[in-house]
Nanobody, 120 residues
Framework: QVQLVESGGGSVQAGGSLRLSCVAS????????MGWFRQAPGQERELVAR???????????DSVVGRFTISRDNTKTGMYAVVLEMNSLKPDDTAVYYC??????????WGQGTLVTVSS
C-alpha cells in the first residue's frame, strides 16, 4: 500500500501564490508518476499537473500553463515527493486538490485532498 500526505492548501486572494506538497510512503519502489488533480464543486476531477519520475517529463492542464510548476521535492531525500508551485492564482483555481500517484500496473493511489480557495 501507498500513503500520500498532502500539505499547503489554504486561502489566498487572486494573483497570489500557494505551494502544495505531497510525500509518498509505503510501497513506493514502483512509482511511475506523481501529480495533482483538482475537483471544484459540481465538476469532474481534472488533471492539473503530473511528473514522470523516470524522465522528469511534466504535463500540465492548459488552464495552468505558465502559472503552475510541478517538480520533485528535493528536500525529501530518498523519497517520492513533489511540490506544486501555484502562482497568479485565479478564482477559477478554487477546488479541492488531490495528490495522485500511479504505479506500474497501473495502480492509482490518492491523497485525501487539500482545499485551495482563491477569492476575487
Amino acid at each position: 500500500q501507498v500513503q500520500l500526505v498532502e500539505s499547503g492548501g489554504g486561502s489566498v486572494q487572486a494573483g497570489g501564490s500557494l505551494r502544495l506538497s505531497c510525500v509518498a510512503s509505503g510501497r513506493t519502489f514502483d512509482t511511475y508518476t506523481m501529480g495533482w488533480f483538482r475537483q471544484a464543486p459540481g465538476q469532474e476531477r481534472e488533471l492539473v499537473a503530473r511528473l514522470t519520475f523516470s524522465s522528469d517529463q511534466t504535463v500540465y492542464a492548459d488552464s495552468v500553463v505558465g502559472r503552475f510548476t510541478i517538480s520533485r521535492d528535493n528536500t525529501k531525500t530518498g523519497m517520492y515527493a513533489v511540490v506544486l508551485e501555484m502562482n497568479s492564482l485565479k478564482p477559477d483555481d478554487t477546488a479541492v486538490y488531490y495528490c495522485n500517484t500511479v504505479h506500474y500496473g497501473p495502480v492509482n493511489y490518492w491523497g485525501q485532498g487539500t482545499l485551495v480557495t482563491v477569492s476575487s
